[in-house]
């Protein structure tokens, strides 16, 4: 049994990842089951599922990948394959982007138009949600009482309160609107990325030969063709292989 799990704060359809949980298992010769978790981006890593051996498989957001692959012992590690979605911007590659959502009566043109703003983000662990936002104030010069940074729980809670008038602007997954679509009176400002997406990952303890096994089933989903009108469904076009530096931190790699 492949025992696997999402989190992801959610922004992604669940329905994705019980494709390819499916998908994966059978390519093993057994079964899945699939947990979610809706309310945050990763494992609170002292309650970590991974650590304990109850999930073989998971769906993250970057920064918490980093926080458990930097645990000693790291409790989870690259399964070394990361969806490709089907946006131009990608080029063919596991890439995705933030997008800075304001409503049209909001007279911003850029972030720096949002002073005392309030600024949805889905989750404090989402690269594409606050962390991003962070490093883009931060390139800016400007720090978190420039707005009124709000947390809100999911990027379709962010959407539905950006639409309602609850908050102003919102930091949103770019798959999330290339799976649904930008809300009638929003528009995007700002772009950041592109990122590496949200990697999938085994626990560490997982046998080399079972972690190396579910990469190759990963990387050949879309030769299936069942498999591929699935994952197109979802805008996925294929998995592609990725590593450990793919995920360096930014700060560390380019200065963001």
Request: proline content about 7%; hydrophobic content about 45%; some cysteine.
């Amino acid at each position: 049994m492949l025992r696997c799990a999402t989190w992801l704060a959610p922004g992604l359809p669940l329905e994705l990842f019980a494709v390819v949980s499916s998908a994966v298992a059978e390519s093993l010769g057994t079964e899945a089951t699939l947990e979610s978790f809706t309310e945050a981006s990763g494992p609170d890593p002292d309650d970590d599922p991974f650590a304990c051996a109850d999930i073989d498989l998971g769906f993250v957001c970057t920064p918490s990948y980093r926080e458990l692959a930097a645990r000693t012992p790291p409790s989870v590690r690259l399964v070394g394959a990361a969806p490709v979605f089907a946006d131009a911007r990608n080029a063919g590659k596991p890439f995705y982007f933030s997008e800075l959502l304001v409503r049209d009566e909001v007279a911003a043109s850029s972030l720096t138009g949002l002073a005392h703003a309030r600024i949805g983000f889905n989750d404090r662990r989402s690269m594409s949600g606050l962390v991003a936002l962070r490093n883009r104030l931060a390139e800016l010069g400007l720090d978190e009482s420039f707005a009124t940074l709000v947390h809100t729980g999911g990027h379709h809670q962010s959407l539905e309160m950006l639409t309602s008038g609850a908050i102003d602007a919102a930091a949103i997954d770019s798959n999330t609107l290339l799976l649904g679509a930008l809300p009638p009176g929003t528009r995007v400002v700002e772009t950041w990325g592109p990122f590496p997406v949200q990697p999938v990952v085994v626990r560490s303890s997982l046998a080399d030969g079972d972690r190396a096994a579910i990469s190759a089933a990963l990387l050949s989903l879309h030769r299936d063709p069942a498999t591929a009108r699935s994952l197109r469904r979802f805008h996925v076009e294929r998995f592609a292989a990725v590593s450990d530096t793919d995920y360096v931190p930014y700060d560390a790699r380019d200065g963001c």
